[in-house]
């Protein structure tokens, strides 16, 4: 089993992608109920056509088994700098033991860094968090956020 990390593009890796967001929106979403998973693929190609989405993949052989996708630009508050922000990142179950997530994120930053990325932000789940992971490759705990269903 060999596990190969790599970015790609939406129009190589959209079908592969959606049998795992499935799988992602079943194990972590909230109010399910009432909000259904329905990507705007659209929007996402968009966004990636304008140099905003950056999609990391890990397979093995071949088969993809987790995506750490990002949101890119200038941050509103500091021009100087350029701020990544994950959007989804998800690993199968199955490969969360060992280094595996550990080392899509790490050929994640290597990439983003070399874009010229200077802050990386990684949102978690309360209800599903992976902090060790995180604080173990040098993230520090900035911010906590709320939500509230309206309608």
């Known amino acids: 089993m060999s596990i ?3 970015q ?3 129009d190589t890796v959209e ?6 967001i499935e799988e992602h929106w079943e194990e972590i979403a909230l109010n399910k109920s009432v909000i259904k998973l329905n990507p705007d693929w659209e929007a996402y190609h ?3 056509d304008n140099g905003i989405l950056k999609v990391f993949t890990a397979r093995s052989d071949k088969e ?16 100087d700098h350029i701020f990544a922000a994950n959007d989804v990142l998800f690993l ?21 860094k070399e874009d010229g990325v ?4 990684v949102n ?14 040098g993230y520090s705990h900035v911010e906590n956020v709320y939500s509230k269903y309206l309608r």
Not at 118 to 121: H, P, T, Y
Not at 125 to 137: A, I, V
């Open 124 to 137: 978690t789940k309360r209800h599903k968090p992976f902090d060790g992971l995180l604080e173990w490759l």
């Open 92 to 112: 199968k179950q199955e490969y969360r033991k060992g280094l595996t997530g550990a080392k899509l994120m790490k050929f994640a930053e290597k990439c983003l």
């Open 8 to 10: 790609e593009f939406l």
């Open 4 to 6: 190969t990390y790599q």
């Open 64 to 79: 993809l088994i987790g995506y750490f996708v990002v949101l890119i630009r200038n941050h509103i508050h500091y021009k």
């Open 15 to 20: 079908k592969d992608i959606k049998p795992l």
């Open 46 to 48: 968009s966004l990636e």
């Open 118 to 121: 200077s802050v990386l932000v």
